[in-house]
């Protein structure tokens, strides 16, 4: 199930084999699996990114404040 966060600080991930790229701050959708994360977030009108990034990685953003849980 799906919930939503803000981005509030510095939050990355990297894509494929390419460099680490920031997440803008803001709204994202936040789906949680045991093993990673997929954030979703309106990149431009009309246009998604997507990023997935380990669980844990994740979880140290979320205590470190950089991503903020909706109740």
């Known amino acids: 199930m799906s919930q939503f966060?803000?981005?509030?600080?510095?939050v990355a991930y990297t894509p494929g084999d390419g460099m680490p790229m920031e997440i803008p701050r803001g709204r994202v959708e936040v789906?949680?699996?045991p093993d990673?994360?997929?954030?979703?977030?309106?990149?431009?009108r009309g246009v998604t990114g997507v990023a997935?990034?380990?669980r844990t990685t994740f979880d140290?953003?979320?205590?470190?404040?950089?991503?903020i849980l909706e109740a």
Do not use: C, F, M, Q
């Not at 966060?5 to 510095?10: D, L, P, R, W």
């Open 5 to 10: 966060a803000a981005i509030a600080g510095k």
């Open 31 to 33: 789906n949680l699996a």
């Open 36 to 44: 990673s994360a997929t954030l979703s977030w309106e990149a431009d």
């Open 52 to 54: 997935a990034i380990p």
């Open 60 to 67: 140290e953003y979320v205590r470190a404040g950089k991503i």
